[in-house]
């Protein structure tokens, strides 16, 4: 029997073939990202009953553009079989696509199973046609049918599987392409099953007058489509809400993690530290095994950072985070709490014994010294030893003596370690207690200053002051800086309290000023964390305007040590000063490690000379002198103005004036006093008219 097909609906049954399989591509897309079973679950049964309705209503179309001289019919029975067939070879297609891996063997077999489900399908259709005599198959054509078939679905299950990575690039593309050429392999195997049908002349279809084959491609074709399409909708959908879903859940993962480590080195913060050892604290009780607490800071850590730049400090901060790591076992915590302070938590220690080797093992290895990205480099701990349950029952108590013993261990020499001892909790208390005094201080007004004279070597007229801060507390009593300036130079109120300095000498140099009393220069130390305020000239020299000063009658000090940590940075701010009308003197001069190049060119008016080389003079008989000789020659040659510090005895002093040393101060020729003592001391000092 001749048989005719309408090209329309072939090309509609090409098209939803092609679209079946982009719907497949894309929800093998899917499927393989769920994390969620149940979802995963219910993906593959919706995705496998919209595909295998687009590739059964493909076959159906091909069927509807069919036509014999003969009125044609489907049983509706076989017809839903077919169906069935289609979508359970596409949940197993579905189930091959979306594993993690596809193995040749799987391939294989995946293809062929599918491949005989197509075919299945395929025939199981034909069969609804209930044709009087049977339908004659070619079999050359059927098998050649069966073997697209095959063909097709392991070229499909292949395309589908390595695409179904959504990140590649240009995947849309690829998609659409592979769905092309699934869709022509599908199509093809339909119509080359047909052509292997023979319809016999003379045969009947005994399913004919069933329904309008005309309504019924339609209702197909839009049913279709509309499956197809509101699966990709709802697929795309979903994706977007799960990849929205995927982003908070990743977000808040790094905002946990950001709450609980160090980002800079990977170790657990303060808070992750105290939880730790508050479960330590707890278990402790009930294993009544103890553990120790290794506080550990950074001997010299601070030269490194600012002399060789943060970016590298954050280097060396990280490199011994992973070489502290690697000193301590599996179980312990090794957390950052920040700065250059560490903390090893190390539980189940039986002995105090224990917790040293663990100190001295730490040395040892540093001592080798470790690797930065750019240097092999030495860089010690200073360890604080605190144990429980002996040395406190509280995360606060255990840490704080911990860092007390550290203190102990820093101001026993460094890079070693000490246990902590009840005595230490006094420094620690009177620590705090300062602490606390400073943030009180300034509002309060518990600051005063003093001013100890320097003396003119050649007439010993007053050439001039510095002014020296205290600390007087209701409580603690009077502190003197060195008791109290450290601290806030580790807190950073030391920047608010230099510039109470100079608001309160220029205060003072006003009420001299208004007393009648000689005008003269007075000097103001500034501290290393001042030194790093960029905009500290400027705001000086705001509070100096406002309290209506001349620039010229102060002068301010700057350690040498200070000043040769970043000796470029120091130069440009010294300039600074100097265009601003500030004279500049060098501190403490031969405590550090001056490079003369610098020392020229600095260019500072004054050096002062520290304590230590004009003890020297008593001490060390000729050799003391030569030193101090050689440096106020050095000083001269640059034409700069030395003060020698310290002068404490008769025999200092006229080996300094006999050295032609410029200025002297010391508590020889007077003591640092109250702004009224000093007043006194120039009164009696001005010549009486
Ligand atoms: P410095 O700048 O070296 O100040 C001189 C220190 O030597 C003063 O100690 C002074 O009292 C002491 N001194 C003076 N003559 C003699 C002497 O003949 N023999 C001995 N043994 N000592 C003498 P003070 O007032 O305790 O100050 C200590 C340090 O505190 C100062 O050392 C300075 O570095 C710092 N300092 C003082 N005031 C301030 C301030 O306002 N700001 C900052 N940043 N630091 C300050
Ligand atoms: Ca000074
Ligand atoms: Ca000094």
Request: glycine fraction near 8%; charged fraction near 20%; aromatic fraction near 8%.
């Amino acid at each position: 029997m001749q048989s005719t097909y309408y090209l329309g609906l072939v090309v509609v049954s090409l098209a939803v073939a092609t679209l079946a399989s982009y719907t497949a591509l894309d929800l093998a897309g899917r499927i393989s990202t769920m994390a969620s079973a149940r979802l995963r679950h219910l993906w593959l049964a919706g995705g496998a009953a919209a595909m295998g309705t687009g590739i059964w209503s493909m076959h159906f179309i091909g069927m509807l553009a069919f036509s014999l001289p003969i009125p044609l019919g489907y049983d509706f029975a076989i017809t839903s079989y077919s169906l069935i067939i289609a979508m359970i070879v596409s949940y197993f297609a579905l189930v091959q696509v979306a594993r993690p891996t596809l193995s040749a063997r799987r391939l294989v077999t995946g293809g062929l199973l599918m491949g005989f489900g197509i075919a299945g399908m395929h025939y199981t259709g034909m069969a609804a046609m209930q044709m009087q005599p049977g339908i004659h198959y070619r079999p050359g054509l059927f098998a050649a049918s069966v073997a697209i078939a095959i063909a097709a679905s392991m070229a499909a299950l292949w395309i589908a599987h390595t695409l179904r990575d959504s990140r590649q690039h240009r995947v849309l593309i690829k998609r659409i392409g592979a769905a092309c050429v699934m869709g022509i392999a599908i199509t093809g195997m339909h119509y080359t099953g047909m052509a292997a049908a023979d319809f016999l002349p003379g045969s009947v279809c005994g399913a004919a007058r069933g329904v309008n084959a005309q309504w019924l491609a339609t209702t197909i074709i839009l049913f279709t489509f509309v499956i197809l399409i509101v699966t990709l909708i709802l697929s795309r959908f979903d994706a977007h809400t799960t990849f929205l879903a995927g982003s908070v859940s990743s977000l808040n993962n790094q905002i946990v993690r950001l709450a609980t480590y160090d980002t800079l080195t990977d170790l657990p913060n303060r808070r992750t530290l105290n939880e730790h050892i508050e479960r330590a604290i707890h278990a402790s009780k009930q294993t009544r095994r103890g553990f120790a607490i290794l506080f550990m800071d950074l001997d010299g850590f601070k030269t490194i950072n600012d002399s060789l730049g943060h970016a590298f400090g954050d280097e060396v901060l990280k490199s011994f985070a992973q070489h502290l790591r690697q000193c301590v076992r599996n179980v312990d915590t090794v957390a950052r709490l920040g700065g250059d302070e560490f903390v090893v938590l190390a539980e189940n220690i039986g002995a105090p014994r224990d917790a040293e080797r663990m100190a001295e093992a730490v040395l040892e290895r540093m001592r080798e010294g470790i690797s930065t990205q750019s240097q092999m480099l030495q860089i010690m701990p200073s360890i604080g030893i605190a144990l429980y349950p002996q040395d406190g029952s509280s995360v606060d108590e255990l840490l704080k003596h911990a860092d007390a013993a550290m203190y102990e261990a820093k101001r026993g020499g460094r890079s070693t370690y000490r246990f902590f001892e009840a005595h230490m909790n006094e420094a620690a208390m009177r620590t705090l207690k300062i602490q606390s005094a400073l943030h009180e201080a300034l509002g309060k007004g518990y600051f005063s200053l003093h001013f100890q004279p320097k003396f003119r070597g050649d007439s010993g007229a007053v050439a001039g002051a510095e002014a020296l801060i205290r600390l007087n507390h209701p409580e603690i009593g009077v502190l003197p800086p060195m008791d109290f300036i450290p601290i806030a130079e580790r807190s950073g109120q030391v920047v608010e309290i230099g510039y109470w300095v100079v608001r309160e000498t220029c205060r003072q140099i006003r009420r001299w000023e208004s007393a009648g009393l000689p005008s003269m220069k007075i000097a103001i130390n500034l501290s290393p964390r001042q030194m790093a305020q960029p905009d500290l000239v400027a705001k000086i020299l705001e509070i100096v305007h406002a309290e209506g000063v001349d620039c010229n009658q102060i002068m301010f000090e700057i350690t040498e040590t200070v000043a040769m940590q970043d000796a470029a940075k120091t130069t440009e701010m010294i300039r600074e000063f100097q265009n601003s009308g500030f004279e500049i003197s060098i501190d403490d001069f031969g405590t550090g490690y001056s490079s003369l190049a610098y020392l020229q060119r600095f260019r500072v008016k004054q050096l002062k000379i520290d304590r230590f080389f004009t003890s020297g003079l008593d001490a060390d008989g000729h050799e003391g002198s030569a030193i101090v000789q050689a440096i106020i020659a050095l000083a001269h040659s640059l034409e700069m103005d030395v003060v020698a510090e310290g002068v404490e005895t008769a025999s200092q002093l006229d080996k300094l004036k006999d050295l032609q040393c410029d200025e002297m101060q010391g508590f020889l020729l007077g003591k640092p006093l109250t702004a009224d003592a000093f007043s006194e001391l120039l009164q009696e000092r001005m010549p009486t008219t």
